[in-house]
């Protein structure tokens, strides 16, 4: 994975926070594959008024430039939320994107930004976020030029943002025991687990009737399957690898393509939302991720975060498709 370019080192939420003498704790229930993501959020000792201020605080970093001197931006004269630098949201949604405790982010989205910022001659900054505040923080309040944290171009999302990609699929897995990867084996099974509210669910309840077992997050459906209560478990690619890589008996498989599941025939494809009003942005960070395809950077990006090869989008099939 490529090192992560270090801006600030307090998160706006703990600078705030230390500024209020309070402390801010947080924890997060991760539903990845939502059409909305579900994600829970305690702020201690600080009311809801409060905790949006801490999300709106000022970002903006103390440090010097860490941009190459002489530097040739791909695409010159773009305009950012603070000049000269990708202001960026970052959800805590792992592996795909996540905050970590010295301010800084990682992720396979937050090294596709950094390349990004790289090529444009940006610094990068990084505001946590949680996954429904990513979007109005670049489209109400417009302190982030972009946001990351395994978002999909659903049709009500492009109603108030527009988007830069596709940057990779986001493929159902199938993780058993016994190493299938198509739904009909799992007719033959009697307890099969996935995450209430995912693009692939309600497919999964028509095939399967009342074998299927719904969660309130990815956390959840794995510990069932973690300690045997589950035949198999439903989840993204990436979602499955991180959970179940302790556990050697567990594989995990891309689901084969079944016309009954709408999404393993047409895989969702993931993006980063950015505000409508910045066109000359969102073409140029279009163009870059075009060119990151094409020279073997953004695959290269997909290996280093260890991501499965499934998740590499084709020049092909790289034309955008809005979801609903």
Request: glycine share 6%; with cysteine; aromatic share 6%.
């Amino acid at each position: 994975m490529l090192e992560t370019r270090k801006r600030d080192h307090l998160t706006c939420a703990s600078r705030a926070a230390s500024t209020a003498g309070q402390s801010v704790t947080t924890q997060h229930s991760f539903g990845f594959r939502r059409n909305e993501m579900t994600i829970t959020r305690t702020i201690a000792a600080l009311g809801l008024a409060a905790a949006t201020a801490v999300a709106l605080t000022g970002c903006s970093s103390d440090s010097q430039s860490n941009v190459a001197e002489g530097c040739t931006p791909a695409h010159e004269g773009l305009t950012t939320v603070t000049s000269g630098k990708l202001s960026t949201a970052i959800v805590d949604a792992p592996p795909y994107s996540a905050n970590t405790d010295d301010g800084d982010a990682d992720g396979l989205e937050v090294d596709i930004l950094n390349k990004l910022a790289e090529m444009e001659c940006l610094d990068i900054t990084y505001t946590p976020s949680s996954f429904a505040g990513a979007v109005p923080l670049i489209t109400q309040q417009r302190s982030v030029d972009i946001a990351a944290g395994a978002f999909y171009p659903t049709a009500k999302r492009n109603e108030v943002a527009d988007f830069v990609g596709p940057l990779y699929y986001d493929n159902m897995s199938i993780a058993t025991k016994t190493g299938v990867s198509s739904v009909a084996d799992l007719e033959s099974m009697d307890s099969i687990g996935t995450v209430d509210g995912f693009l692939w669910t309600e497919d999964l309840r028509t095939v399967l009737g009342d074998k299927i077992r719904t969660y309130s997050s990815s956390v959840e459906l794995s510990q069932d399957m973690l300690n045997g209560r589950l035949d198999a478990a439903i989840d993204s690619v990436a979602t499955s690898q991180l959970y179940y890589k302790d556990d050697p008996d567990i594989q995990v498989k891309v689901a084969d393509k079944d016309d009954r599941i709408a999404v393993t025939v047409n895989t969702p494809q993931v993006i980063f939302p950015v505000s409508k009003d910045n066109t000359a942005l969102k073409d140029a960070l279009d163009e870059d991720i075009a060119t990151m395809r094409s020279d073997g950077t953004l695959s290269s990006l997909i290996a280093d975060a260890g991501f499965d090869t499934s998740a590499n989008i084709p020049e092909s099939d790289s034309t955008l498709r809005v979801i609903g």
